[in-house]
Nanobody, 123 residues
Framework: VQLQACGGGLVQAGGSLRLSCAAS????????MGWFRQAPGKEREFVTA????????YYGDSVKGRFTISRDNAKNTVFLQMNRLRPEDTAVYYC?????????????????WGQGTLVTVSS
């Protein structure tokens, strides 16, 4: 599985941004898809994940109520809608795919990673 994330950019605090991650292959719907982020000087952090059917969704505490993950299995794409952005959301955002049906948000659960897209939130 190859993953290509896009949609990052510069946005003011309080604004919104939508990330997309397109996946190759014909078994996209069998993967749990996730987003992680890594801010400068910090460890990579779990943001959110969605099961293959979309029936299970997980969010990290720092983004609950502001970010929404969704997927379109017909288009092999997962989305991350980010609202009410804060300067502390500034990071490189990575999409990832897991063969697991259920995840706890650990990096080790994800088998494939995209290249990352930079999100910068100005104050």
């Amino acid at each position: 599985v190859q993953l290509q994330a896009c949609g990052g950019g510069l946005v003011q605090a309080g604004g919104s941004l939508r990330l997309s991650c397109a996946a190759s292959g014909r078994t996209f719907s069998s993967y749990t898809m996730g987003w992680f982020r890594q801010a400068p000087g910090k460890e990579r952090e779990f943001v959110t994940a969605i099961s293959g059917s979309g029936g299970r969704i997980y969010y990290g505490d720092s983004v609950k109520g502001r970010f929404t993950i969704s997927r379109d299995n017909a288009k092999n794409t997962v989305f991350l809608q980010m609202n009410r952005l804060r300067p502390e959301d500034t990071a490189v955002y990575y999409c990832a795919a897991s063969r697991r049906a259920v995840v706890a948000g650990r990096e080790s659960e994800f088998d494939y990673w995209g290249q990352g897209t930079l999100v910068t939130v100005s104050s």
